[in-house]
């Protein structure tokens, strides 16, 4: 559509995207991931959470990054999570900082960003206790709250953002970050802040268009996501190395709890 989406990287990202079941959601998730890992390369790191196995990770090799797909892995790696922010809070106290700079201290610290495939099919999982489902509730409150100094963030995907079915309105502001696919008029009206006339979801053409704000709600741009069917995730992959910003089919992208 040759309007551009520029995302501005000077800050840990705190990425929603919304729309519908078969909107281009992983495509767009895929997409993002594959541009981060050009843009920052080593400055950032990858953990994902997939309770329908459609993500990225476990099909482009390049990415040695972890992916649970099992709701009994979920909390435990959501400590360990925790675990690497608060070590990361810890060592930014001694060292007299408010918080790591993600370009002047990228290399030391890499940006940690936690990516979510369906949201609500990782909340609302029935095979977790009611239990299990409120303390991953309670994580993503206290990870939105802190991550961000500690130079990590977040990128998730859902059909919806309703504070009944997913998270708490306080905690879903914390996305600076918009993307905003098909989806109800009810749902984009909750994630465009109001702002239902800018982002006009009823215009969207199909699978893959989406609307994109960061910071400010009032400015949308509208786009269509890269996409070609064949062996999509080799082709992305090798259409982003072809790039003149070059990232190479033998870079990986590491693995947060290996260091
Ligand atoms: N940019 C695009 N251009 C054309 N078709 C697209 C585009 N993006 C996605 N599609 C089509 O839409 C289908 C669904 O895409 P995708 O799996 O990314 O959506 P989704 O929102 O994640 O769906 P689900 O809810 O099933 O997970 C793809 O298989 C493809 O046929
Ligand atoms: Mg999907």
Known sequence: MRNEVRMQLGDPMRIGLLASSGSGKTTLLQNIVLMLSRELREKVQ?????????????????????????????????????QIMNDRLAEMKARGW??????????????????????????NNTELSKNEQNAIREWFGSYLRMARAANM?????????????????????????????????????????GQTDKCNVLRLA???EFYFAQDDFNQWVRFKTWY????????????????????????????????
């Open 228 to 259: 070609t069917d064949e062996e999509r995730i080799r082709t992305m992959a090798q259409a982003y190395s072809v790039d003149n910003r070059d990232i190479g089919l033998g870079w990986r992208v590491s693995n947060p709890f290996e260091d």
């Open 98 to 123: 408010a918080k790591i700079d993600p370009v002047r201290h990228g290399g030391e610290f890499p940006q940690i960003i936690v990516v979510v495939e369906e949201l609500p099919s990782l909340i």
């Open 153 to 193: 963030g977040i990128l998730v995907a859902s059909q919806t953002f309703d504070s009944g079915v997913t998270i708490a309105t306080s905690i879903r502001s914390q996305f600076n970050i918009r993307f905003i696919g098909r989806c109800s008029i009810g749902d984009a009206n909750l994630f465009c802040e």
């Open 46 to 82: 990858f953990i994902g959470f997939d309770p329908k196995l459609t993500s990225l990770f476990s099909i482009e090799p390049r990415f040695s990054v972890p992916v649970f797909t099992q709701p009994a892995t979920w909390l435990p790696t959501m400590n360990k999570i925790e």
């Open 206 to 208: 199909g699978p893959g």
